[in-house]
């Protein structure tokens, strides 16, 4: 029995070797559009044909901040086998948090000039700051809570989840509950964090303007570095001794357990990391999308972010990303061409990829690739 | 069984709807005390209706209102009909002549049939260009109501005079009190006679002596009419009389207890029948869930074909609302099982054991069947017209009713249920159902053949959902994102109650309804949401299989 | 991601190429989505306006071009999209948003590019961008006038002030409160409720409404309410038995459009708040409909209020384009003051120089076809007030971007400053 447990970790070793490949391609890919966008942004005047304009950098910033999002919910899914339905929570989290930070910096910029209240708190006659807005003003601060809030949401929960052993489709419910009451939450106004409108009219970020060119290429290669860091981070994480309990505890979590593991502490610990990689991802959408609101907390977003994985491969880390890439960009191509048809594509999606291809698009190539290793009959995976 | 329960019901909701819709007869020409000038003045100075009526055509609103006042002096009750159009907005003139006239619209076309407003004399129809209506508003019909009821004060119809009685104590003039007390002698109805002495010691309330104030107050102690207990703590704040504000006083907290108590029911009923809806959205998905295993995302989709179903039967038997919507029923039911059988033929049986991508995949054909509704029916929300026999309240009392649909949704959430417990504990279908739901391999070396069990068992949870879809039309928007407002909902249910246990449903269906209403008054619609929502996780935390966990072999 | 750098690339090089001989026209309007329900009505109004102008020979004789995009109801994609309009498709102007999130999603973008945009939605007001039409009504062109109606011609007396939680009603009924206030009315006469986007349930709310209804004063419900959450209202009011004339609700947010998915039974004797009703008589205004029906092929669809204000905005940016003889934002801006329009109802709508319009208010009562009777209007049209005067903090600003000692949307009259300013 063991030694067949024994066989899943070679064959997944085998998994990091090839995405060993995977791995050199994507990070060459990443520096090479990095330089490219520095180049054709900066550098090229903006009558040339060459030149990158900065939507599209925004766009392409976008889409890495939605593939480090994605990644974090494969490192929880594909290598854990928790579905979490309420990634999107963490993420929003992270970006109100780095929204609140660039509301402080507005300062008495704002249109009632208002050197401490944002406006949407003037027009409502809020007399004075909300406790929990104290200290956004500090970069560090800001920071520090971009990562504790969803981590330690996630602590909180992952250690009533886990412990009790709410496992499999109940966990996914819960955490689909979870981002759904946060969407409620924050759409009442007196949260304080805007209600619907969320936080927006943001103007610098320390101390560059927003709205110039070069602190949207800053940014564009900030998350670029930070999708880089995060993906070996995750990678060295999920090779080490921790990993490979993870991994066997996606396989045979009660087999994991009697062998003497705490499975509970090692997939709250994970879902900690998840989570907070998620609030990374949010704070650096928010500076380069520009606005946060609520409907970042909708289960509907949760979900897709499942399907970016799905559709990319679940279990390599690269194909989440390139699931998130992908996806997104069909949808920003596809919705401009058909909007009526975007629904029924991506519907269509969901079923085709999990009936069809519970690998994803990296589980194809690599199926083609491992041809001369003898066949590989094992597709799915019990993921409860 | 159902059927006997759909006849059975039709001829109580009709003898209902009969009691407290009497049609609208016209008062009989009582007499009103309109006093003839009988002075033998020259015919031309003297208005008449007819000199008065014309001014009515081309009218502006502030005019419409002197005319009106005008028209009640010189008509009385010939100018009944005339006001009784002008309310129902069908008093219009003819653009020629300026003739008044009572239109109706000939079914859906833009033919007009005319009456002559004063003599009811029939004019022929004719198109809507050549007609223009006579402007009203809110206030003018207001006045207007208090006019007719005036004149019904005296009508044969027991329920006519009564709402006369009400709406005319509202509005204690003078000359209302000496219609009154006219009426009270020739009264022979008891409840009639007695609300006409409440409305009289109102009266006395402000007029009477001491002794008379006391003995109103004495009765109108207890009474749950507001305008009673506004009269009573006007009394409270104005009356000099130190005894009296006293008596008034406790009055009014016997009252006041009573609203309370009635508050406290009122809120519970509202709490059932959230229970009731939640009860019907979460059947389906306690069967696809909780006995297959199968997580159906789908699921509000199935409730949202349901509802336009329903609406599509309207549509087909536009003259028939009431029918309707009993037709739509078993029609509904059959098309999400429909539905529900296609999903898990093609899609669903593909996955077995593997709930995750299940839930996946149904998510994505939950997207495809909302845009499949938007593409044929538009993005817009369909109207789905309350047959007549729901529309309305059973009142129980002045300060607490309910209302049609809810009682008739939350007696048809309890009847659904039943008979999905009927199903499932004594048909052949509930017991291979629940053979395959405890031991799957087992049940297949027995000869069941497991697949069509699921298949039908799939139908069967979908067209639950259908059935829900039905009643939900009832009371929200049939529109594409109607399944997607109760999803979350219906897994909350379905996992607090316990997953495998219809009362589990039943009772957690229930108990979040009230909880939910009893939060709502204190803490506001969202927050109570998020506190419920709160509860659930942290209870499930505690208790991970819910409240009525599954014992047994079949819980692992 | 070779693929998607040098899609971009192609992209940008086909959009440098395209010749600028027509003048383009921006429509950012949500076609899919939760507000693609309102919002596809306005990007057909806007392309049946394009198409209209053009059969007259255009604009500074170049033709005109309708350029749609779909935002898709999601914010931050509003703020993409219009990126997109102005950068890629170098649009001259933009006519979109509908939700008060979108229009400050994209707000900062049409600064940055200087762009221009017109935004036909009443709104909470509380804004005036130098790069922002509001043709639509503020609260002084809505909200105001309808308490007005309620409080002298029907002698309303206790209010319950019923919204959706979102910024609009928030504001709206701050403002009102204020108001109510200022003109008498106590504390303990106003009852204040938000609900959740698309409440269903109104059981507790509708007999709470009902029993603050029942203490003797004539009482009245100001709705903000929004879209979907609507009919469960109006079903929940007529059947605890509450009719209009017992307690008339007055709606901003339900008009002609939302009532055609509406069971109109309960709804009847209700009021709603507008500049602008399809039941409006004048030759304009038949004539509108008349085309309108034509270029939708439907002869049931409606006309409402906010197509109303896109006609406006849009009649007014092609006399300002002529005024200015250019399509720069910078010469078309100045060029707008002033100008003045003939609107749906038989006035003129002027442009003032806080950007907004003046407009007639206009009170209806929902009759059973889903059109309404208008019961009431004011003698003449309203000039919309960016800042409030009802709240303390707004009462102190007041926007112009014509004077030049002034030239912002948000002067300081106390401290003489204008902040925020992004130029």
Same mark, same amino acid.
């Given at each position: 029995?063991?030694?067949?447990?024994?066989?899943?970790?070679?064959?997944?070793?085998?998994?990091?070797?090839?995405?060993?490949?995977?791995?050199?391609?994507?990070?060459?890919?990443?520096?090479?559009?990095?330089?490219?966008?520095?180049?054709?942004?900066?550098?090229?005047?903006?009558?040339?044909?060459?030149?990158?304009?900065?939507?599209?950098?925004?766009?392409?910033?976008?889409?890495?901040?939605?593939?480090?999002?994605?990644?974090?919910?494969?490192?929880?899914?594909?290598?854990?086998?928790?579905?979490?339905?309420?990634?999107?929570?963490?993420?929003?989290?992270?970006?109100?948090?780095?929204?609140?930070?660039?509301?402080?910096?507005?300062?008495?910029?704002?249109?009632?000039?208002?050197?401490?209240?944002?406006?949407?708190?003037?027009?409502?006659?809020?007399?004075?700051?909300?406790?929990?807005?104290?200290?956004?003003?500090?970069?560090?601060?800001?920071?520090?809570?971009?990562?504790?809030?969803?981590?330690?949401?996630?602590?909180?929960?992952?250690?009533?989840?886990?412990?009790?052993?709410?496992?499999?489709?109940?966990?996914?419910?819960?955490?689909?509950?979870?981002?759904?009451?946060?969407?409620?939450?924050?759409?009442?106004?007196?949260?304080?964090?805007?209600?619907?409108?969320?936080?927006?009219?943001?103007?610098?970020?320390?101390?560059?303007?927003?709205?110039?060119?070069?602190?949207?290429?800053?940014?564009?290669?900030?998350?670029?570095?930070?999708?880089?860091?995060?993906?070996?981070?995750?990678?060295?994480?999920?090779?080490?001794?921790?990993?490979?309990?993870?991994?066997?505890?996606?396989?045979?979590?009660?087999?994991?357990?009697?062998?003497?593991?705490?499975?509970?502490?090692?997939?709250?610990?994970?879902?900690?990391?998840?989570?907070?990689?998620?609030?990374?991802?949010?704070?650096?959408?928010?500076?380069?999308?520009?606005?946060?609101?609520?409907?970042?907390?909708?289960?509907?977003?949760?979900?897709?972010?499942?399907?970016?994985?799905?559709?990319?491969?679940?279990?390599?880390?690269?194909?989440?990303?390139?699931?998130?890439?992908?996806?997104?960009?069909?949808?920003?191509?596809?919705?401009?061409?058909?909007?009526?048809?975007?629904?029924?594509?991506?519907?269509?999606?969901?079923?085709?990829?999990?009936?069809?291809?519970?690998?994803?698009?990296?589980?194809?190539?690599?199926?083609?690739?491992?041809?001369?290793?003898?066949?590989?009959?094992?597709?799915?995976?019990?993921?409860? | 069984?159902?059927?006997?329960?759909?006849?059975?019901?039709?001829?109580?909701?009709?003898?209902?709807?009969?009691?407290?819709?009497?049609?609208?007869?016209?008062?009989?020409?009582?007499?009103?005390?309109?006093?003839?000038?009988?002075?033998?003045?020259?015919?031309?100075?003297?208005?008449?209706?007819?000199?008065?009526?014309?001014?009515?055509?081309?009218?502006?609103?502030?005019?419409?209102?002197?005319?009106?006042?005008?028209?009640?002096?010189?008509?009385?009750?010939?100018?009944?009909?005339?006001?009784?159009?002008?309310?129902?907005?069908?008093?219009?003139?003819?653009?020629?002549?300026?003739?008044?006239?009572?239109?109706?619209?000939?079914?859906?076309?833009?033919?007009?049939?005319?009456?002559?407003?004063?003599?009811?004399?029939?004019?022929?129809?004719?198109?809507?260009?050549?007609?223009?209506?006579?402007?009203?508003?809110?206030?003018?019909?207001?006045?207007?109501?208090?006019?007719?009821?005036?004149?019904?004060?005296?009508?044969?119809?027991?329920?006519?005079?009564?709402?006369?009685?009400?709406?005319?104590?509202?509005?204690?003039?003078?000359?209302?009190?000496?219609?009154?007390?006219?009426?009270?002698?020739?009264?022979?109805?008891?409840?009639?006679?007695?609300?006409?002495?409440?409305?009289?010691?109102?009266?006395?309330?402000?007029?009477?002596?001491?002794?008379?104030?006391?003995?109103?107050?004495?009765?109108?102690?207890?009474?749950?009419?507001?305008?009673?207990?506004?009269?009573?703590?006007?009394?409270?704040?104005?009356?000099?009389?130190?005894?009296?504000?006293?008596?008034?006083?406790?009055?009014?907290?016997?009252?006041?207890?009573?609203?309370?108590?009635?508050?406290?029911?009122?809120?519970?009923?509202?709490?059932?029948?959230?229970?009731?809806?939640?009860?019907?959205?979460?059947?389906?998905?306690?069967?696809?869930?909780?006995?297959?295993?199968?997580?159906?995302?789908?699921?509000?989709?199935?409730?949202?074909?349901?509802?336009?179903?329903?609406?599509?039967?309207?549509?087909?038997?536009?003259?028939?609302?009431?029918?309707?919507?009993?037709?739509?029923?078993?029609?509904?039911?059959?098309?999400?099982?429909?539905?529900?059988?296609?999903?898990?033929?093609?899609?669903?049986?593909?996955?077995?054991?593997?709930?995750?991508?299940?839930?996946?995949?149904?998510?994505?054909?939950?997207?495809?069947?909302?845009?499949?509704?938007?593409?044929?029916?538009?993005?817009?929300?369909?109207?789905?017209?309350?047959?007549?026999?729901?529309?309305?309240?059973?009142?129980?009392?002045?300060?607490?009713?309910?209302?049609?649909?809810?009682?008739?949704?939350?007696?048809?959430?309890?009847?659904?249920?039943?008979?999905?417990?009927?199903?499932?504990?004594?048909?052949?279908?509930?017991?291979?159902?629940?053979?395959?739901?405890?031991?799957?391999?087992?049940?297949?070396?027995?000869?069941?053949?497991?697949?069509?069990?699921?298949?039908?068992?799939?139908?069967?949870?979908?067209?639950?959902?259908?059935?829900?879809?039905?009643?939900?039309?009832?009371?929200?928007?049939?529109?594409?994102?109607?399944?997607?407002?109760?999803?979350?909902?219906?897994?909350?249910?379905?996992?607090?109650?316990?997953?495998?246990?219809?009362?589990?449903?039943?009772?957690?269906?229930?108990?979040?309804?009230?909880?939910?209403?009893?939060?709502?008054?204190?803490?506001?619609?969202?927050?109570?949401?998020?506190?419920?929502?709160?509860?659930?996780?942290?209870?499930?935390?505690?208790?991970?299989?819910?409240?009525?966990?599954?014992?047994?072999?079949?819980?692992? | 991601?070779?693929?998607?750098?040098?899609?971009?690339?192609?992209?940008?090089?086909?959009?440098?190429?395209?010749?600028?001989?027509?003048?383009?026209?921006?429509?950012?309007?949500?076609?899919?989505?939760?507000?693609?329900?309102?919002?596809?009505?306005?990007?057909?109004?806007?392309?049946?306006?394009?198409?209209?102008?053009?059969?007259?020979?255009?604009?500074?004789?170049?033709?005109?071009?309708?350029?749609?995009?779909?935002?898709?109801?999601?914010?931050?994609?509003?703020?993409?999209?219009?990126?997109?309009?102005?950068?890629?498709?170098?649009?001259?102007? *933009?006519?979109?948003?509908?939700?008060?999130?979108?229009?400050?999603?994209?707000?900062?973008?049409?600064?940055?590019?200087?762009?221009?945009?017109?935004?036909?939605?009443?709104?909470?007001?509380?804004?005036?961008?130098?790069?922002?039409?509001?043709?639509?009504?503020?609260?002084?062109?809505?909200? *105001?006038?309808?308490?007005?109606?309620?409080?002298?011609?029907?002698?309303?007396?206790?209010?319950?002030?019923?919204?959706?939680?979102?910024?609009?009603?928030?504001?709206?009924?701050?403002?009102?409160?204020?108001?109510?206030?200022?003109?008498?009315?106590?504390?303990?006469?106003?009852?204040?409720?938000?609900?959740?986007?698309?409440?269903?349930?109104?059981?507790?709310?509708?007999?709470?409404?009902?029993?603050?209804?029942?203490?003797?004063?004539?009482?009245?419900?100001?709705?903000?309410?929004?879209?979907?959450?609507?009919?469960?209202?109006?079903?929940?009011?007529?059947?605890?038995? *509450?009719?209009?004339?017992?307690?008339?609700?007055?709606?901003?947010?339900?008009?002609?459009?939302?009532?055609?998915?509406?069971?109109?039974?309960?709804?009847?004797?209700?009021?709603?708040?507008?500049?602008?009703?399809?039941?409006?008589?004048?030759?304009?205004?038949?004539?509108?409909?008349?085309?309108?029906?034509?270029?939708?092929?439907?002869?049931?669809?409606?006309?409402?209020?906010?197509?109303?204000?896109?006609?406006?905005?849009?009649?007014?940016?092609?006399?300002?384009?002529?005024?200015?003889?250019?399509?720069?934002?910078?010469?078309?801006?100045?060029?707008?003051?002033?100008?003045?329009?003939?609107?749906?109802?038989?006035?003129?709508?002027?442009?003032?120089?806080?950007?907004?319009?003046?407009?007639?208010?206009?009170?209806?009562?929902?009759?059973?076809?889903?059109?309404?009777?208008?019961?009431?209007?004011?003698?003449?049209?309203?000039?919309?007030?960016?800042?409030?005067?009802?709240?303390?903090?707004?009462?102190?600003?007041?926007?112009?971007?014509?004077?030049?000692?002034?030239?912002?949307?948000?002067?300081?009259?106390?401290?003489?400053?204008?902040?925020?300013?992004?130029?």
């Amino acid at each position: 029995m063991s030694s067949s447990l024994m066989n899943k970790l070679g064959h997944d070793r085998q998994a990091f070797l090839l995405s060993d490949t995977g791995s050199k391609v994507f990070l060459s890919l990443l520096v090479i559009m990095s330089l490219l966008v520095i180049v054709g942004n900066l550098m090229i005047p903006e009558t040339s044909a060459l030149h990158i304009s900065t939507y599209t950098v925004t766009l392409l910033g976008k889409y890495l901040c939605f593939a480090l999002l994605a990644m974090s919910v494969d490192v929880i899914w594909g290598y854990c086998g928790i579905l979490s339905l309420g990634h999107g929570a963490f993420f929003a989290l992270g970006g109100y948090g780095m929204g609140m930070y660039l509301m402080r910096q507005i300062g008495d910029r704002g249109v009632y000039g208002d050197p401490l209240l944002p406006d949407f708190m003037v027009f409502l006659n809020w007399q004075e700051l909300p406790w929990f807005w104290y200290g956004f003003d500090q970069f560090w601060f800001a920071m520090l809570m971009i990562l504790l809030v969803p981590g330690l949401l996630a602590f909180v929960f992952g250690w009533l989840a886990f412990r009790s052993r709410v496992t499999g489709v109940y966990l996914s419910i819960m955490t689909q509950a979870l981002t759904y009451a946060l969407l409620l939450a924050f759409f009442r106004n007196e949260m304080g964090f805007g209600g619907n409108n969320g936080l927006t009219d943001f103007k610098d970020i320390v101390g560059q303007d927003l709205q110039a060119d070069s602190t949207r290429v800053s940014l564009f290669v900030i998350s670029a570095i930070v999708l880089a860091f995060a993906y070996l981070l995750s990678r060295w994480i999920l090779q080490s001794k921790f990993g490979r309990v993870i991994i066997s505890i996606r396989d045979a979590e009660a087999r994991t357990r009697f062998l003497g593991y705490r499975t509970e502490s090692y997939k709250v610990w994970l879902f900690v990391y998840s989570a907070v990689l998620a609030g990374i991802a949010g704070a650096l959408y928010v500076p380069q999308v520009g606005i946060i609101n609520p409907s970042e907390f909708a289960p509907l977003n949760s979900i897709e972010v499942v399907v970016w994985v799905a559709v990319g491969g679940r279990g390599t880390l690269y194909g989440a990303i390139a699931g998130a890439i992908l996806v997104n960009f069909a949808k920003t191509r596809f919705t401009a061409i058909f909007p009526e048809a975007w629904l029924f594509a991506l519907g269509g999606l969901f079923v085709v990829v999990t009936v069809f291809l519970p690998k994803g698009i990296v589980g194809l190539l690599a199926k083609r690739n491992k041809k001369n290793n003898g066949p590989d009959n094992k597709v799915a995976e019990a993921d409860v | 069984m159902l059927l006997r329960f759909t006849y059975h019901s039709v001829l109580r909701l009709l003898f209902v709807f009969a009691a407290c819709y009497p049609f609208n007869s016209m008062a009989q020409d009582v007499l009103v005390p309109v006093l003839s000038e009988g002075n033998g003045s020259i015919e031309d100075t003297v208005p008449t209706i007819a000199s008065v009526s014309e001014r009515l055509a081309g009218a502006k609103l502030k005019e419409v209102a002197a005319i009106v006042n005008e028209l009640e002096t010189v008509g009385g009750t010939q100018v009944l009909p005339l006001f009784q159009a002008l309310i129902d907005g069908d008093l219009f003139y003819t653009k020629g002549d300026k003739r008044i006239v009572i239109a109706k619209r000939i079914d859906s076309s833009k033919q007009y049939l005319l009456k002559d407003a004063i003599s009811g004399d029939e004019l022929g129809t004719v198109e809507k260009k050549k007609i223009r209506k006579v402007k009203t508003n809110n206030r003018l019909r207001s006045g207007i109501r208090t006019t007719i009821a005036r004149l019904h004060l005296f009508s044969d119809d027991v329920s006519l005079r009564q709402g006369a009685i009400s709406n005319m104590s509202e509005k204690l003039t003078q000359d209302n009190v000496n219609l009154l007390l006219q009426a009270k002698q020739t009264e022979k109805n008891k409840s009639v006679r007695a609300s006409i002495e409440v409305a009289l010691a109102m009266y006395q309330l402000d007029a009477g002596e001491r002794s008379e104030k006391l003995a109103a107050i004495g009765l109108l102690k207890g009474n749950l009419d507001p305008t009673v207990r506004n009269k009573l703590a006007t009394v409270v704040e104005s009356e000099s009389d130190k005894s009296i504000a006293q008596a008034a006083a406790a009055a009014l907290k016997t009252i006041e207890g009573k609203i309370t108590f009635y508050g406290y029911l009122e809120t519970l009923f509202f709490g059932l029948s959230l229970g009731s809806v939640l009860l019907l959205v979460a059947a389906g998905l306690a069967i696809t869930f909780g006995v297959m295993g199968v997580i159906n995302m789908a699921h509000g989709e199935m409730i949202m074909l349901g509802a336009y179903t329903t609406y599509v039967i309207q549509l087909l038997m536009p003259n028939h609302i009431a029918l309707s919507i009993f037709i739509a029923i078993p029609a509904a039911f059959i098309v999400s099982a429909l539905f529900g059988i296609l999903i898990e033929r093609g899609v669903i049986q593909f996955l077995k054991g593997r709930p995750l991508e299940t839930l996946l995949a149904t998510f994505g054909i939950s997207l495809i069947l909302q845009q499949f509704v938007r593409s044929i029916f538009s993005p817009l929300n369909r109207q789905v017209a309350t047959p007549e026999f729901m529309s309305g309240a059973l009142e129980i009392n002045s300060v607490f009713s309910i209302t049609y649909n809810r009682l008739y949704i939350l007696v048809f959430a309890l009847l659904v249920f039943f008979i999905l417990q009927l199903i499932l504990k004594k048909t052949s279908l509930g017991l291979n159902v629940r053979a395959v739901s405890q031991n799957r391999d087992m049940a297949k070396a027995m000869g069941i053949r497991t697949e069509w069990v699921d298949a039908l068992t799939f139908g069967l949870g979908s067209g639950i959902a259908g059935l829900a879809g039905v009643a939900l039309s009832q009371i929200t928007n049939v529109g594409p994102n109607l399944g997607q407002a109760y999803i979350i909902d219906s897994f909350m249910v379905v996992v607090f109650g316990g997953v495998g246990n219809l009362w589990g449903t039943l009772v957690g269906g229930f108990s979040l309804g009230v909880l939910n209403k009893f939060l709502e008054p204190a803490t506001g619609a969202v927050l109570a949401k998020i506190i419920v929502l709160v509860g659930i996780i942290l209870f499930i935390q505690k208790r991970p299989r819910g409240l009525f966990p599954q014992k047994g072999r079949a819980a692992e | 991601m070779k693929k998607l750098l040098s899609a971009c690339a192609l992209s940008l090089v086909a959009s440098v190429t395209m010749a600028a001989d027509t003048i383009k026209v921006g429509v950012l309007h949500s076609l899919s989505g939760t507000m693609a329900i309102s919002e596809t009505t306005l990007k057909d109004t806007v392309l049946m306006m394009v198409e209209d102008q053009n059969k007259k020979g255009g604009l500074l004789g170049k033709k005109l071009e309708a350029v749609v995009v779909d935002p898709a109801s999601n914010w931050p994609l509003f703020a993409e999209k219009a990126r997109e309009l102005l950068v890629k498709e170098k649009v001259d102007v *933009i006519f979109g948003s509908w939700t008060s999130v979108s229009r400050k999603s994209v707000l900062p973008v049409i600064e940055e590019l200087n762009g221009l945009m017109f935004y036909p939605v009443q709104y909470e007001g509380e804004e005036s961008s130098k790069n922002i039409f509001y043709t639509g009504a503020a609260p002084n062109q809505q909200a *105001i006038p309808a308490v007005d109606y309620l409080m002298n011609d029907l002698e309303v007396k206790r209010w319950v002030l019923a919204g959706t939680d979102y910024v609009y009603p928030r504001t709206t009924n701050k403002i009102l409160e204020a108001y109510l206030k200022s003109k008498g009315v106590a504390e303990k006469d106003i009852m204040i409720n938000y609900t959740p986007f698309g409440h269903s349930d109104w059981q507790g709310i509708v007999s709470s409404v009902k029993k603050f209804g029942s203490e003797g004063k004539k009482t009245a419900v100001v709705s903000t309410i929004n879209g979907d959450a609507n009919v469960p209202f109006y079903k929940e009011l007529g059947n605890q038995g *509450i009719s209009a004339e017992d307690i008339p609700v007055v709606a901003f947010s339900v008009g002609e459009e939302e009532l055609s998915g509406f069971d109109t039974k309960p709804l009847l004797g209700h009021l709603a708040a507008w500049n602008y009703f399809q039941s409006a008589e004048a030759d304009v205004n038949d004539e509108f409909i008349a085309k309108w029906k034509a270029f939708i092929k439907d002869d049931k669809r409606v006309t409402n209020d906010p197509m109303e204000a896109t006609y406006i905005g849009f009649k007014a940016w092609a006399k300002a384009v002529e005024k200015a003889g250019s399509t720069e934002v910078d010469k078309v801006r100045p060029a707008m003051y002033g100008i003045e329009v003939a609107n749906l109802t038989g006035g003129t709508a002027k442009v003032l120089s806080n950007h907004h319009f003046t407009k007639p208010v206009l009170i209806g009562e929902i009759q059973e076809d889903g059109q309404f009777e208008i019961v009431w209007s004011t003698e003449k049209e309203v000039a919309g007030d960016a800042w409030t005067d009802h709240l303390t903090e707004s009462a102190k600003i007041v926007a112009n971007w014509q004077d030049p000692k002034i030239n912002c949307g948000n002067y300081n009259t106390e401290t003489k400053k204008c902040s925020g300013q992004n130029y």
